[in-house]
């Protein structure tokens, strides 16, 4: 029997040392013990840095969606697969077992042949939090279409750049979604970002607000009743183990948000085997994720990671206010919850509203507390810690991206003695390194530096969808031979990693990964503003809130500023989505530039976080009496 389940620290050390030794066959091992294969592969990794290429067991024929549902049927087919519990409580929760589950999937697969997707097609989901969501992924995956899934929070303009980027040629949608007391007429945003995407030729849309709703003649159609027809048998596509599994958009510092693409084999392997070590899942335990399927979190550890191991896996409509602030701990009572998965964010916004929302509730059913998406500080994590796990339930504070497909660093929970705000060790196979600026590597302890990786590890992202070359320059090109992670870290005395954040123009805002250069972009769209620079800066709930300087083309503009704010607003909410509000926005007559015209950001962040005592060297600025003004103005 292999390493499947990590008990102990000593265990860790063993296991992550044969790990790194020999991590072919250490995946090899795992791969051949936990999972179905159509065929076993010829080659366990190839791999080369420069070019670069990662292939994981190359030559395996499989479905994911084989090893997610079909294998489960004999032994689990009465197991809840999906629990979805609603927006509203009054509303029944649905236990969708995993006989259910197989049928809805087919079903769904066979509408999607039915309007001729085929293997390798790619298929946009702008789904809310509804079960469908859980099922089109499935349905995309057991026939080989590729999924893109956007986040239903993102606006009509973000939506469509996300289509016509990877070129889809279908969509499913719903009329609408329920967010607390909120509805949003999903359809209406689809319908708008329709009009600037020629590539897409039929649109599902499920019911779930009953609102009325425009449909397209020959080109919208209802899901239920295609359901309703179809057949709830299917056999699965046989993929390749490198065929891609789906794409996910992430921002970058700079231009067009990035279409990660996973493949099959790998992402499967590896969002499987961190599911079952991380959280440390047993048979009976119920499981829940309360991030959405939109972001990678919900894709590993929501469908794909629980459902390989035959988890139950809750899933939320709602959010963590409504109807009151106590609804996560009200749901974990009701489905006696084993594991419970979450932001920073949601964790600090809850903190603020009091330790009377938790008290009312029975919490004894958790094991083990997550943490996703940004660096938690100290009193989130000793909130969540004396709370919500009573020092029980060990938190694990887990750090990864969009691009490494599952969770990197991480503690095992009663394995890894926790420290606040550390996400500790990395993950079996995980060769983290510190990198100074000049490209050397930081050895020993007790230091800081960049954080790359050294070494690939199954669910690497192969690729950026239709741009390998930007995908060279992000990861592979600031240190040689490394995965550049973006961000920066420390390695305390005892080689435990904290992730000290974002070291590019990345703005981690509540959870969510925003480049600077869109939203700039938004914003300069508005006809009265020359020039603008956003920054973050901390907040005490989201982490980070974004702080933007503006110029206006008029010196002396005799509008109203207030009604400026509000128009830039909703620019930004037009072009990306509310996510990418600014908390702040100064307007100024200048912007500090290097002489090569580059914006000193360093030196707005500073003021945008009221640490001006040192703003480091001004002089080559090519500006710099604009810096005074700005101090003298800041907000
Ligand atoms: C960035 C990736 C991967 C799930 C959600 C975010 C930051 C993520 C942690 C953590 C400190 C973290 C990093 C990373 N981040 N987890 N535990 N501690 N920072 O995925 O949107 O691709 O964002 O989130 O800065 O690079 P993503």
């Known amino acids: 029997m292999s390493n499947y389940h990590i008990k102990h620290l000593e265990e860790y050390y063993q296991v ?56 489960h049927l004999a032994t689990r087919g009465d197991k809840v697969a999906i629990l979805f519990e609603p927006n509203d409580p009054k509303e029944e929760a649905q236990h969708i077992t995993y006989r259910d589950l197989y049928h809805r999937v087919n079903q769904f697969a066979n509408v999607l042949k039915s309007k001729g997707i085929k293997k390798g097609d790619r298929v946009c989901i702008y789904l809310p939090m509804i079960p469908e969501l859980a099922i089109s992924l499935l349905a995309c995956a057991r026939i080989g279409a590729i999924h893109s899934v956007v986040f239903a929070g993102f606006s009509a303009t973000a939506l469509a750049t996300r289509i016509n980027d990877s070129d889809c040629k279908m969509v499913i949608t719903s009329d609408g979604s329920y967010r607390g007391k909120k509805t949003i007429d999903l359809k209406c945003i689809v319908d708008e970002a ?139 009572e009701k489905h006696k919850v084993s594991q419970f998965y979450t932001a920073p964010t949601a964790i ?63 503690p095992i929970p009663y394995s ?48 950026i969808w239709g741009n390998h070359q930007r995908y060279k320059e992000t990861y592979f090109s600031a240190y040689e031979n490394m995965y550049f992670t973006g961000d920066g870290a420390l390695r305390d005395e005892v080689g435990y990693y904290r992730i000290t954040g974002r070291v590019d123009d990345v703005i981690i805002v509540s959870g969510h990964n925003l480049g600077t250069a869109p939203i700039e972009d938004a914003i300069n769209e508005h006809p009265a503003v020359a020039e603008s620079a956003i920054v973050g800066f901390p907040h005490d709930v989201k982490g980070n809130a974004l702080y933007g300087y503006v110029t206006l083309k008029e010196t002396g503009e005799s509008r109203n500023h207030d009604n400026l704010r509000k128009e830039i607003n909703q620019i930004i909410t037009e072009q990306i989505g509310p996510i990418a509000k600014l908390n702040k926005i100064q307007f100024t007559n200048g912007l500090p530039k290097t002489r090569s015209g580059k914006i000193m950001r360093r030196i707005l962040r500073k003021i945008a976080s009221k640490d001006t005592s040192n703003l480091g060297d001004t002089s080559t600025l090519l500006n710099p009496e604009c810096v005074q003004e700005i101090m003298d103005n800041a907000l």
Not at 436 to 460: A, H, M, T, Y
Request: charged share 25%.
């Open 194 to 332: 329709l009009e600037d995407c020629n590539g897409v030729e039929s649109v599902l849309v499920a019911k779930r607000i009953h609102s009325e709703c425009n449909m397209k003649e020959g080109r919208d159609e209802w899901l239920q009743p295609l359901l309703d027809a179809a057949s709830d048998q299917l056999t699965a596509t046989v993929m390749d183990a490198e065929d891609p599994l789906f794409i996910l958009y992430t921002s970058g510092s700079t231009g067009m948000p990035k279409g990660m693409v996973h493949t099959t084999a790998g992402y499967m392997v590896y969002s499987a085997y961190t599911f079952k070590n991380v959280f440390q899942y047993r048979e009976n335990d119920v499981y829940w994720c309360t991030a959405d399927i939109g972001w990678i979190t919900g894709h590993s550890y929501i469908v794909y990671g629980p459902l390989a191991n035959g988890a139950t896996s809750v899933m939320f409509e709602g959010v963590p206010s409504y109807p009151d602030y106590g609804r996560f701990w009200e749901i974990v």
């Open 416 to 463: 890894t003695p926790t420290k606040p705000t550390y996400a500790t060790l990395p993950f079996m196979g995980i060769q983290p390194a510190l990198m100074d600026e000049q490209g050397k590597e930081i050895k020993g302890n007790q230091v800081d530096g960049r954080l790359c990786i050294k070494f690939p590890w199954p669910s690497i992202a192969r690729t």
């Open 348 to 410: 600090r916004a809850l903190a603020k509203e009091g330790v009377e929302h938790v008290e009312k509730h029975d919490l004894s059913s958790l094991k083990v507390l997550g943490t996703v998406g940004e660096p938690i500080n100290e009193e989130a994590w000793h909130w969540y810690d004396d709370n919500i796990g009573k020092r029980r339930a060990p938190i694990v504070d887990t750090w990864w991206q969009t691009e490494t497909g599952g969770i990197m660093i991480t």
């Open 16 to 71: 992550y040392r044969k790990s790194v030794r020999n991590p072919e066959a250490f995946w090899e091992e795992i791969a051949e013990e936990h999972f179905l294969w159509r065929k076993k592969w010829d080659n366990v990794l190839s791999w080369d840095f420069k070019k670069p290429e990662v292939k994981w067991f190359e030559g395996a024929k499989l479905n994911i969606t084989e090893n997610c549902l079909d294998r």
